[in-house]
């Protein structure tokens, strides 16, 4: 059984929590699809956590733009990759510095293992396009499902929408509502799966989200976590405030 994380951008307490949670379940490997880092207070323990715990890591839009430019990112989170960076370059380990920096820089873009697939946008550019359900797109036509699941031969697993959501072939889309939800994949369909975010969910739900994936059926689970403490530490440190607000909010 594969743990997928996604989207845990700085927030110790709800990987902490998530961590907990798999340690629980017969997880055989933890997977993370990008943005370890970004919006929240904990970049470098989250990194450290996520280099310690997951079999890869795959560059998300924020690792992207912290080894190179923001670019397409609100000046809310603009300022807080600027803040992230800050926050690296402040430490003072210089073989711990080096050995993130290191793994920040090497960062693959996708995974494909047989006919499944791990990217943290899309199929069609896994670093940066965003994939929504269809009741959260005015934009979702049947063309653009056939479009985005072009390459993928049976499963594609993403992030980066910090949305929970199961999109098929046959152009049905299923959205978790139960803190723990499961699906089971038709072989002969196509399905593109989003682990949804463990540290800036924006279902409107404000609870940590992760998957689990045993080669046949998907479980999203929805944790609930110390998201006040997050916000307090957003706050302090001198992030934006929304990023602080949206923790309660689930947005
Ligand atoms: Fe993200």
């Given at each position: ?12 307490e709800a990987l902490t929590t998530v961590l907990e ?61 600027e803040l992230t960076r800050e926050l690296f370059e ?162």
């Amino acid at each position: 059984m594969q743990a997928i994380v996604s989207d845990i951008h700085g927030n110790l307490e709800a990987l902490t929590t998530v961590l907990e949670d798999i340690e629980k379940q017969e997880v055989d490997e933890i997977l993370c699809l990008g943005d370890v880092v970004g919006y929240g207070p904990n970049p470098i323990e989250c990194l450290d956590l996520a280099m310690e715990h997951f079999k890869w890591v795959l560059c998300g839009n924020h690792e992207w733009a912290l080894v190179n430019q923001p670019v397409g990112f609100s000046p809310a989170a603009k300022r807080a990759i600027e803040l992230t960076r800050e926050l690296f370059e402040k430490e003072t380990d210089p073989v711990q510095a080096e050995r993130r920096k290191e793994f920040l820089f090497n960062l693959e873009p996708n995974v494909e293992d047989g006919n499944v697939m791990y990217v943290h946008g899309s199929p069609k550019d896994p670093i940066m396009d965003y994939v929504f359900p269809e009741q959260y797109s005015r934009f979702w036509t049947e063309e653009k499902v056939d479009d985005l699941l072009r390459t993928v031969e049976w499963v594609c697993f993403c992030g980066h929408s910090h949305v929970p959501s199961i999109i098929s072939s046959t152009y049905e889309s299923f959205v978790p509502t139960q803190d723990t939800e499961s699906y089971t994949l038709d072989p002969d369909k196509v399905y593109i799966i989003n682990a949804g975010a463990v540290g800036q969910p924006r279902d409107r739900n404000n609870k940590a989200c992760y998957a689990l994936w045993d080669g046949k059926t998907v479980t999203h689970r929805r944790l609930a976590y110390d998201h006040e403490t997050t916000a307090a530490k957003i706050r302090a440190i001198g992030f934006d405030e929304k990023l602080a607000s949206r923790l309660a909010e689930g947005t």
